[in-house]
């Protein structure tokens, strides 16, 4: 699936809407419900492993969201998912299918929005959909799509002059015009403006409710909390945390505020878990996940900030910077993947 507008296979032909009477093809597991599964991926470059022993689970009628910095291996993983990349170790299914040597059978059930899109360039936005939905035996209604994203304003405009935000939306509008079983997002909403960006949201849930297993690729954080069933984070080619976005938030936590503060790296942070527990607020729990970078998670109230100045006062310790909030998924991905620029 080289791009999200040619899901025809290698020969040209017009794929059928799903490939029931192909011997090869698959079906999504009734059991697990696992749309995609990659289990033990590696995949090299000049020597190196990108990705090294990867194991993440996609479900049908879920959105599972796969996080990352950049250079962690999220983007080759999901290009091995798509059939874009061959594997190195491991495997890859997807409907029950390898998306390489399956290609052709899964191609007519897989929808791929990328990044740049793939789009021709010197075609109008109305076309391209157009030719796209007409690949398959039973396309979404063109119009009631390009309403849903606001394509009717552009749709006489060459691609080549359309705004970043206008590619995402006609890119994505190719990638489910099909109604395909799985879809792969790369940055939905990149370069949308707020409208703009509900209306990607509001269209990815209705294909979670349809039964559509999304699998999403983002740097906003808060479109992950907002949208994921399930989040995966990768970092350095490996799988480091996965779970629903209250278990990542931590079941223990999620209904209490947490305190962040910034100061000289170092403080003891069990001595400043012990003045807040001697005020009579805890139980707290303080860490310090980067150094100087310092969380206080417990229920956290007006008086659990004069204490925690009080201390730092005692100490002669500044605070560069102090917020009260609830964890967010951001928070957690820091606490991840670090804080330091790749």
Same mark, same amino acid.
């Given at each position: 699936?080289?791009?999200?507008? #040619? ?13 029931? %009477? ?24 000049d020597? =190196? ?19 990352g !910095? ?12 798509? &059939?874009?990349?061959? !594997? ?18 899964l191609r ?33 209604? +063109?119009g009631?799509?390009?309403?849903r ?22 890119? $994505?509008?190719?990638?489910v015009?099909g ?23 509001? $269209?990815?849930? %209705? ?20 949208? #994921?069933? =399930? ?11 996965? &779970?629903?976005?209250? %278990? ?15 100061? #000289?790296?170092? +403080? ?19 860490? %310090?996940?980067q ?15 004069a204490?925690?100045?009080a ?17 967010? +998924?951001?928070?957690?991905? $820091? ?8």
């Amino acid at each position: 699936m080289p791009t999200s507008i #040619a899901p025809s296979g290698a020969d040209g032909a017009t794929p059928s809407a799903h490939s029931a %009477e192909d011997p090869r093809a698959g079906s999504v597991d009734p059991a697990a419900g696992a749309a995609v599964r990659v289990r033990g991926l590696v995949k090299r470059y000049d020597g =190196r492993d990108v990705v090294a022993g990867l194991d993440l689970v996609a479900d049908a009628g879920a959105v599972t969201a796969v996080l990352g !910095p950049n250079g962690a291996g999220k983007t080759t993983t999901v290009e091995c998912c798509e &059939g874009l990349r061959s !594997p190195d170790g491991g495997t890859v299914r997807v409907l029950g299918l390898d998306p390489v040597a399956d290609a052709r059978a899964l191609r007519p059930r897989v929808g791929v929005m990328l990044q740049d899109g793939g789009l021709p360039t010197g075609a109008r936005a109305g076309e391209v959909l157009r030719h796209v939905a007409s690949m398959y035996a039973a396309p979404r209604d +063109l119009g009631e799509l390009g309403e849903r994203l606001g394509l009717g304003s552009f749709a006489r405009t060459t691609v080549r002059r359309l705004s970043g935000g206008q590619r995402q939306r006609l890119s $994505l509008a190719a990638a489910v015009v099909g109604r395909p079983e799985v879809v792969f997002l790369d940055e939905p909403s990149a370069g949308m403006d707020p409208q703009s960006r509900h209306a990607v949201w509001d $269209l990815v849930r %209705e294909l979670r409710d349809e039964g559509t297993a999304v699998v999403l690729t983002t740097h906003l954080m808060d479109e992950a909390e907002d949208l #994921a069933d =399930r989040v995966h984070v990768v970092d350095h080619g490996r799988l480091i945390a996965s &779970g629903s976005v209250p %278990e990542l938030l931590s079941p223990d936590a999620q209904d209490d505020r947490t305190l962040r503060f910034d100061a #000289a790296a170092g +403080l003891d942070p069990a001595a400043v878990a012990a003045a807040l527990d001697a005020a009579g607020e805890g139980p707290w729990v303080v860490t %310090e996940p980067q150094p100087g970078s310092y969380v206080v998670a417990g229920p956290a109230g007006p008086r659990t900030l004069a204490v925690l100045t009080a201390w730092l006062a005692d100490h002669d310790v500044l605070a560069s910077r102090l917020t009260v909030g609830r964890r967010t +998924l951001e928070d957690v991905f $820091l606490d991840l993947t670090g804080r330091h620029l790749r």
